[in-house]
């Protein structure tokens, strides 16, 4: 089998197509559908396979970092960010710290609990128990393409608790009684990510007992019926660093075994063929030990060339403000086929929420367009009347740059939120100054000092459940201003 896969690599190193497709714009590309037919591997050269890998990678970055993710929490038992198995909740009684580093943007208001969901034996039944009604709280399910494809929790289904049943794509059943509702995902390995809102350090009592009340359990064993036979057992192979992930040509095989699990869908049946011109497909050949020179380069190329469209979208749409992280996250119905912003999505912030359940307005400039860095200090301030309209709540995250993740600093504090307004000082006018600065601005600032790192930084202010001013545009965030 090994000499066959190294002689179909041979005839697979001959191939490749044409452009990515998607739009660095702030116009929504739709990269599903394509007017030519993908040419015989025979046909293919050197510049069109440097151009499909292209767009393999812009399409594929979000599923192979989200099995790098999932990987990590629930097969490596020896990796430190471990969460435990498949199909069962496990619960984090506390929030994010420098620590955690196998997501970037991690939030730090909110304990999670976690359930990697293996769908393919039978669904799963998710038990949410009553939780007070100024509590705020969201259940997130995610599947293998990163797409949001639904929500329990506050905003959608109210504090009162209740039942709800995940299914795969594969499952044919009935809803079960007292089952709520049935929520089905395209992919047969999902992700449920629970966020659980801690008021203060002394509320995490009350976080542990509402964690409990989490249950999940198998269909089978909700109904109490023999289970059902199980499906194989799944060979996991390791994924790639994060840093890996953006040169090594061993992607395209860790994007194969991810798409084993994601059935196609409809819409992109033409362009996964696409793909498997050049081996890339759950059944794909795709084997980077084999290529030749010239396949090699051409598909480095290509993985270069997917970051440099990635590059110049984040620094001429993204910070500028034209592209928001709103129109990163969704249902693939959202989406509409634009793989750049899933996978601006994925690399800037895995598992955004959707803009209805929260948004993410970012700062990683000044107001005068400088990239913000620890080597200044600057003033992030609301004015009176303008804190973030929010049903649930807010806050301002520090993240170094590029690794995206939270800052150690002195004081352990690693965002300020809507929680600690009793303790920050007000300006005279009723408005609140933040101070951000690698250094304390001195102790009767430091009640709203933000530290940074040293070097490059930016601020993602969290908006949860945001009222329609902050969606519309009538309410903006604030910009860093230098002093």
Same mark, same amino acid.
């Given at each position: 089998m090994r000499t066959v896969r190294r002689l179909t690599a041979v005839l697979a190193a001959l191939v490749l197509l044409a452009g990515c497709g998607t739009d660095s714009g702030s116009q929504q590309a739709d990269t599903s559908t394509s007017s030519a037919p993908p040419p015989a591997a025979a046909q293919v050269t050197p510049e069109q396979a440097r151009a499909i890998a292209k767009e393999a990678y812009i399409y594929g970055f979000p599923l192979v970092d989200n099995y790098r993710v999932q990987y990590s929490y629930f097969v490596d038992k020896q990796d430190p960010e471990y969460k435990g198995?498949?199909?069962?909740?496990?619960?984090?009684?506390?929030?994010?710290?420098?620590?955690?580093?196998?997501?970037?943007?991690?939030?730090?208001?909110?304990?999670?609990?976690?359930?990697?969901?293996?769908?393919?034996?039978?669904?799963?039944?998710?038990?949410?128990?009553?939780?007070?009604?100024?509590?705020?709280?969201?259940?997130?399910?995610?599947?293998?393409?990163?797409?949001?494809?639904?929500?329990?929790?506050?905003?959608?289904?109210?504090?009162?608790?209740?039942?709800?049943?995940?299914?795969?794509p594969n499952w044919q059943g009935e809803k079960p009684e007292g089952v709520d509702e049935v929520i089905r995902s395209d992919t047969e390995l999902a992700f449920v990510l629970y966020r659980t809102q801690l008021f203060g350090p002394t509320d995490l009592d009350a976080v542990k007992k509402i964690q409990d009340g989490y249950q999940v359990a198998p269909l089978s064993v909700f109904l109490n019926q023999p289970s059902p036979e199980p499906a194989p057992a799944i060979d996991f192979v390791p994924p790639l660093t994060a840093e890996q992930q953006r040169t090594s040509p061993q992607f395209f095989e860790i994007l194969n075994f991810a798409l084993r699990f994601a059935p196609v869908l409809p819409e992109e049946r033409e362009l996964r063929d696409r793909f498997a011109t050049i081996g890339i497909g759950p059944d794909g050949d795709y084997d980077a030990d084999t290529l030749s020179p010239e396949m090699r380069a051409a598909v480095e190329g290509g993985i270069a060339d997917a970051w440099a469209e990635f590059d110049a979208f984040k620094k001429n749409?993204?910070?500028?403000?034209?592209?928001?992280? #709103?129109?990163?996250?969704? $249902?693939?119905? %959202? @989406?509409?086929?634009?793989? !750049?912003?899933?996978?601006?999505?994925?690399?800037?912030?895995?598992?955004?929420?959707?803009?209805?359940?929260?948004?993410?307005?970012?700062?990683?400039?000044?107001?005068?367009?400088?990239?913000?860095?620890?080597?200044?200090?600057?003033?992030?301030?609301?004015?009176?009347?303008?804190?973030?309209?929010?049903? #649930?709540?807010?806050?301002? $995250?520090?993240? %170094? @740059?590029?690794?995206?993740? !939270?800052?150690d600093n002195p004081i352990d504090r690693y965002l300020i939120n809507s929680a600690m307004l009793p303790t920050l000082v007000p300006d005279v006018d009723g408005g609140y100054t933040l101070y951000v600065q690698n250094a304390s601005p001195g102790p009767e600032k430091e009640p709203n000092w933000l530290p940074a790192p040293k070097g490059p930084f930016g601020l993602v202010l969290r908006l949860y459940w945001p009222k329609p001013d902050a969606l519309n545009g009538t309410w903006t965030a604030p910009v860093p201003e230098k002093v």
């Open positions: 198995g498949w199909n069962a909740i496990h619960n984090t009684a506390r929030v994010s710290t420098p620590a955690d580093k196998a997501i970037q943007t991690p939030n730090s208001d909110t304990p999670y609990s976690f359930v990697g969901a293996d769908l393919r034996t039978e669904p799963l039944v998710l038990t949410v128990p009553p939780i007070e009604q100024d509590r705020y709280y969201s259940l997130q399910f995610v599947d293998g393409y990163t797409y949001n494809f639904a929500y329990v929790g506050s905003r959608t289904t109210g504090n009162g608790g209740g039942r709800y049943l995940l299914a795969g749409e993204v910070d500028t403000g034209k592209v928001t992280s #709103a129109q990163f996250f969704g $249902t693939r119905d %959202e @989406l509409k086929g634009n793989y !750049l912003y899933r996978m601006a999505g994925a690399a800037l912030g895995i598992y955004g929420n959707t803009a209805a359940e929260a948004i993410y307005p970012a700062a990683f400039n000044d107001a005068a367009g400088e990239p913000l860095t620890g080597a200044n200090n600057y003033v992030y301030r609301f004015a009176p009347g303008q804190l973030p309209p929010v049903n #649930a709540f807010w806050s301002v $995250t520090m993240y %170094e @740059l590029p690794a995206s993740l !939270l800052v």
